[in-house]
């Protein structure tokens, strides 16, 4: 059930963000077990003076390619599936686009995912690969 937010610069190619896109969705299905149909994104274009980031933070460089990826899902994963999430997140970007590792920035925000979601027609639904 997670719900992601990809926010990059206006110059990436419709592949490249279909890459990005479909790398952050397959990794999420192998880390986090979502299943495959769980796809909830938006890709939102910016221009670059709406991009705001240091050249450098915590010896990382960064670079007008940054990539910003917000994923909002519920609680319940372990560390060690959120550290797999984030270097499989990545390694599947950096692999066939230009973005580099170190322009990926992810930040995954929680919530009880249970309460917090309506997939639709004004209802919460009670999605059954919670129970596992």
Do not use: C
């Amino acid at each position: 059930m997670p719900f992601v937010r990809i926010s990059l610069p206006k110059v990436f190619s419709q592949e490249t963000k279909d890459g990005i896109s479909n790398s952050v969705h397959n990794s999420l299905v192998q880390e986090f077990n979502i299943p495959q149909d769980d796809y909830f994104h938006i890709i939102e274009e910016l221009e670059p003076q709406q991009i705001k980031f240091p050249e450098t933070y915590l010896n990382i460089p960064h670079t007008s390619d940054i990539v910003y990826i917000q994923i909002i899902a519920g609680q319940g994963r372990t560390l060690e599936q959120k550290k797999g999430l984030y270097k499989e997140i990545a390694n599947r970007i950096a692999n066939p686009t230009t973005v580099t590792k170190n322009n990926i920035f992810i930040v995954l925000l929680e919530n009880d995912g249970r309460q917090n979601w309506s997939f639709g027609n004004g209802e919460i639904q009670e999605p059954k690969h919670l129970d596992k």
